[in-house]
């Protein structure tokens, strides 16, 4: 019993001192956020990450279709097709794939934002997205 609480305390006391930041980012996250940095004008910021996701343009934003929360599934604005959750948290297999991560940022900026999202963008998105 006594063994138990202290291996309960030990890991609740490791799991604190995770960093904060890219809590949940897998290798391939933590990849990807060094080498968009090499293109970004200042650090990421995942509040600079979460204003981009809600950022409204044209009636358009990230939300269209992951919905106002990333813990829950989305709903494709257009087909009407159930999206995953996008939080590692509770989808550990977001943001584990580059070739994925890259083709959907591609479209989805584009079906966005009408343009391709900066490497500084998708830093910041992946920042935050990678803590929720
Ligand atoms: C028109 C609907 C739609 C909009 C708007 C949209 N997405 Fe998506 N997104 C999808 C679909 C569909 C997928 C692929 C299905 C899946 O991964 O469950 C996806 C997947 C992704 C992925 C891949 C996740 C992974 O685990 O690899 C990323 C990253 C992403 N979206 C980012 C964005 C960003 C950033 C925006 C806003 C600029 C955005 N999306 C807006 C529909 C959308």
């Known amino acids: 019993m006594k063994a138990t609480l202290l291996h309960v ?3 609740a006391i490791m799991m604190l001192q995770l960093p904060l930041s890219e809590a949940y980012a897998s290798e391939t996250t933590k990849a990807m956020l060094a080498e968009f ?3 970004a004008a200042r650090p990421f910021s995942s509040e600079a990450g979460n204003a981009a996701w809600t950022r ?4 358009r934003s ?3 279709c992951h919905t106002d929360s990333v813990l829950a599934p989305g709903r494709h604005v257009r087909t009407g097709k159930v999206i995953e959750p996008m939080a590692p948290s509770v989808n550990s297999q977001r943001l584990t794939d580059r070739k994925k991560i890259n083709k959907w940022f591609l479209r989805n900026c584009k079906w ?3 343009r391709e999202c900066t ?3 998708k830093g910041d998105i992946l920042l935050w997205l990678s803590e929720q």
Not at 56 to 59: A, I, N, P
Request: aromatic letters at 6%; one cysteine or more; proline letters at 0%.
């Open 9 to 11: 305390s030990v890991a």
């Open 37 to 39: 940095k090499a293109d």
């Open 56 to 59: 409204d343009s044209d009636g």
């Open 62 to 64: 990230c939300t269209s």
């Open 112 to 114: 966005t934002f009408a």
């Open 119 to 121: 490497a500084q963008e």
